[in-house]
């Protein structure tokens, strides 16, 4: 005979039981989504919706090294928040996804959040939602009112471009929206061709601008690290995994040391084969160093003073007055520099030069032992 007692009693189990498991589940970070291992893949969150105009702007108030008017533009590139005005993004679209930013800005912004931008692997999987072999997030019936694409009309505007608000269609099986359509997104890779040049990253999804075929999940595409377009925007992953690449400050500084010797060296050989007047090649070496920095070319002889008090013995006899002889040497300064300035972005320019020199310290033998830039 069923008593009261029992009844409470199984009650009381049941409780305890539920109570158990929401204590062994994994707590799910807030706006996002587990995606289970599989696929040689392992288990990871993403963000179940791409970063919005208000999110970014979140970013940009606390990290005003990338507001529109004060980020690098050979970093963001020129078209960067073009749909902008100043720090506010078009009216109306705050939870439309940001789109003109570059993959650094990108990936600044997943940092700051304490995350990390998709492979393709896990951005394909994610987009999945289950449904392998599928042409698109829900399977392979023609996307007609399942996404935002096909959008294209000459009024169409790329710095206010016809996006959606995030979340406006029905989400795949994992829970994610907008996997096809609306704004592509980055993803970590970089693309290594011989035949393209500079510095490509992966992108996918398709956009508004899309046709079917160009928002099916297996569909690829890939596009300049420093550059944006009002089709392409991001979301976000957690954890960091081991596929992660290094720090943004870091990768930035490579980078554009990396793009100053390419432009240096064409500037030298300019003036070699008499394309470019010699006594034009300060003022082009200048306008390198101000369009990748963002620091007038006298600012080297604060890099070379650090190097002549930390440095070894006759490395003092390093001339201020022409700084082009040892060009290679400077762009591995710069590079340092570089990472320190955007690593500590928010220091003063005495704090960045104390940063910098216990950095030139510890790499003093790669400074001054290697060969070229």
């Known amino acids: 005979m069923i008593t009261l007692t029992s009844i409470l009693y199984g009650l009381i189990l049941c409780a305890l039981f ?47 090294e990338w507001q529109k008017d004060k980020a ?25 996804p940001v789109v003109n930013i570059s993959w650094f800005a990108a990936k600044a912004y997943a940092e700051w959040m304490g995350k990390e931008l998709p492979t393709e692997a896990q ?34 505007s790329f710095r206010n471009p016809p996006t959606k608000e995030v979340g406006s269609y029905v989400p795949n099986k994992y829970g994610l929206y907008d996997m096809a359509g609306n704004v592509e997104e980055w993803c970590l890779e970089r693309l290594d061709v011989d035949d393209i040049h500079g510095r490509y990253h ?20 890939q596009h300049p690290v420093n550059d944006g377009m009002g089709t392409l925007g991001f979301r976000c992953i957690l954890p960091k995994t ?29 003036v070699s084969m008499g394309y470019t007047a010699h006594v034009n090649l300060n003022a082009k070496l200048a306008d390198i160093v101000m369009y990748n920095t963002g620091y ?18 006759g490395i003092e006899d390093l001339p201020y007055e022409e700084p082009t002889i040892y060009y290679d040497l400077t762009l591995r300064l710069w590079r340092l520099y570089l990472e320190v300035h955007f690593k500590h972005s928010t220091e003063n320019i005495y704090e960045k030069l104390r940063l910098f020199k216990a950095r030139v310290r510890e790499n003093i033998d790669d400074i001054v032992l290697s060969d070229g830039c």
Request: aromatic share 12%.
């Open 18 to 64: 539920i109570f158990a498991i929401k204590l062994s589940a994994p707590e799910v970070p807030e706006g996002m989504v587990l995606i289970p291992a599989g696929d040689s893949i392992d288990a990871f969150y993403m963000d179940a919706y791409e970063v919005t105009n208000a999110e970014y702007r979140k970013f940009i108030e606390e990290n005003p």
């Open 72 to 96: 690098l533009t050979s970093v963001v590139g020129d078209g960067y928040l073009s749909g902008w005005n100043g720090n506010m993004y078009p009216k109306g679209k705050a939870n439309h």
């Open 123 to 156: 951005w394909e999987r994610s987009a999945r939602g289950t449904l392998e072999g599928k042409k698109y997030p829900w399977g392979d019936a023609k996307p007609r009112r399942r996404a935002n694409y096909n959008r294209y009309t000459r009024s169409a």
């Open 202 to 221: 992966r992108t996918r999804g398709g956009s508004w601008f899309s046709g079917a075929k160009a928002i099916q999940v297996a569909e690829r595409s």
């Open 242 to 270: 081991e596929t992660m690449s290094i720090e943004v400050a870091t990768d930035i500084a490579a980078w554009l040391s990396d793009e100053m010797c390419e432009q240096f060296d064409s500037a030298f050989y300019s």
């Open 296 to 313: 007038p070319r006298t600012f080297e002889k604060e890099l070379i003073r650090v190097l002549r008090e930390v440095g070894p013995e």
